[in-house]
């Protein structure tokens, strides 16, 4: 069978060629994919919305030559709240930026991905400070990784240090208002 149904979080979306758009994607079964979306870049795409990072979608897609193939797009969250204050799209592309950098694609974390997940439920539902949710999300991150074992917090650097030795790529701490 050609056809995959798969539910995640976009990450990251692209420009590819003149009418596509290329869709990063963080599964919960297959880790980080890359999907293709035919004709995003036309005034009658038909999933308009649906496919901006920190949403939360159920996809279907067919395994084409080069590319999956987004074929049917719904959107489970959309945390609509997030879009409305600067600290919290910031913290919300933070976190997609520390999953970018440490993961690979196509290995399966489903411990991450609801972390993820729940981070950007957080951000969407509470009115949690900021800074916690940051350092709550830091110290789930560096356990679930094996990177840390103790209760203790790390300050933004170094956790950036952290981050860096791990994964190989810096990270920069979000600039809150």
Same mark, same amino acid.
């Given at each position: 069978?050609?056809?995959? #149904? *798969?539910?995640? +979080?976009?990450?990251?979306? @692209? ?9 990063? +994607?963080?599964? @919960?079964? $297959? /880790? #980080? #994919? ?7 870049? %036309?005034?009658?795409? =038909?999933?308009? /919305? @649906?496919?901006?990072?920190? &949403?939360? *979608? ?11 193939? !987004? %074929? ?10 997030? =879009? &409305? ?14 999953? =970018? @950098? ?6 399966? &974390? ?16 509470? &009115?949690?400070? !900021?800074?916690? +949710? ?14 840390? #074992?103790?209760? %203790? ?7 950036? $240090? ?16």
């Amino acid at each position: 069978m050609k056809n995959e #149904k *798969v539910t995640g +979080i976009i990450l990251s979306q @692209k420009a590819l060629f003149e009418k596509d758009k290329r869709i990063e +994607i963080f599964t @919960k079964s $297959e /880790g #980080k #994919k890359t999907a293709l979306a035919k004709y995003a870049n %036309t005034k009658s795409f =038909r999933f308009s /919305g @649906k496919l901006e990072p920190t &949403n939360h *979608v159920e996809l279907i897609l067919y395994k084409g030559r080069s590319f999956d193939i !987004i %074929t049917q797009c719904t959107c489970l969250e959309h945390f609509s709240q997030i =879009r &409305n204050d600067f600290n919290k799209i910031a913290l919300a592309c933070y976190f997609i930026d520390i999953i =970018r @950098k440490t993961t690979a694609f196509n290995q399966a &974390n489903p411990n991450l991905f609801y972390l993820l997940l729940e981070g950007l439920s957080t951000l969407h539902t509470t &009115n949690t400070p !900021i800074q916690s +949710i940051k350092t709550q999300f830091q110290n789930h991150f560096l356990k679930l990784e094996g990177l840390h #074992k103790t209760n %203790t917090s790390h300050t933004d650097s170094q956790f950036e $240090e952290i981050i860096h030795h791990y994964s190989g790529h810096p990270l920069k701490a979000p600039s809150f208002i």
